[in-house]
Every structure is written in C-alpha cells, then in structure tokens.
C-alpha cells in the first residue's frame, strides 16, 4: 500500500522560507513522476513542479526561481524548497506520485496514482 506523507507546512512572513517534505512508504520516488500541488483558499489547484526519474524537473512561471523541487532517494522522501515566499503562495501543498514518467511537463492532478493529505502553507505581508 503506498503512503505519502506531506510536512513541513507552516505560517511565514513575506520573503521567508519553507521546506516542504513528502515521505513515500510502498512507492519508490526516482521510479516515476513526482509532483507537488497546491490549492489557494476558494481557488482551484494548481501544478507547482514536477520532477522526472532522470532527475528533470519543470516548474510554473510564478515559482520559477523562488522553488526548487528535489527528491532524496536514500530517505526516499521528495521535497520542496520555497523561498522568497508572497502572501499569494498561501495554499495548501500536496504532493503526488505516478506510475509513469512527466513527459516534460506537469501532470494533471487526476493523472497521479498516489496522492498525498496535504500540508498547509500561510503567507502573510
């Protein structure tokens, strides 16, 4: 059975930075595409960032430059690094798994496996 666990949400001021982490039990990380999401209050959710088998990752403009999505096979835990973080980042993350490769893009939500509960991130100005 496959497990993904978020944390490492949190409240920040504008500018500050976070580290979100997704621990993956009954899935290997580097097998497939991994993904990290998030939903604003009253909003749809959104593709982040995705990161590939062979380590290629793709991110939304908005993130470019301020996110940075990486995977640690030996703890087999995915991450992401938010700095630079706005009050327009407030959501909450979630991370997401596939059997199958990003194709050089960000899957839809609806095109994962496995998909985690979801960590909150608050930014005020």
């Known amino acids: 059975q496959v497990h993904l666990v978020e944390s490492g949400g949190g409240s920040v001021q504008a500018g500050g930075s976070l580290r979100l982490s997704c621990a993956a039990s009954?899935?290997?990380?580097?097998?497939?595409?991994m993904a990290w999401f998030r939903q604003p209050p009253g909003k749809e959710r959104e593709g982040v960032a995705s990161i590939d088998s062979d380590g290629s990752t793709i991110y939304i403009n908005s993130v470019k430059g301020r996110f940075t999505i990486s995977g640690d096979n030996a703890k087999n835990t995915l991450s992401l690094q938010m700095n630079s973080l706005k009050p327009e980042d407030t959501a909450m993350y979630y991370c997401?798994?596939?059997?199958?490769?990003?194709?050089?893009?960000?899957?839809?939500?609806?095109?994962?496996?496995?998909w985690g509960q979801g960590t909150q991130v608050t930014v005020s100005s």
């Open positions: 997401a798994a596939r059997n199958a490769g990003c194709a050089g893009f960000i899957p839809a939500w609806s095109r994962y496996n496995y």
């Open positions: 009954g899935y290997t990380i580097s097998s497939g595409c």
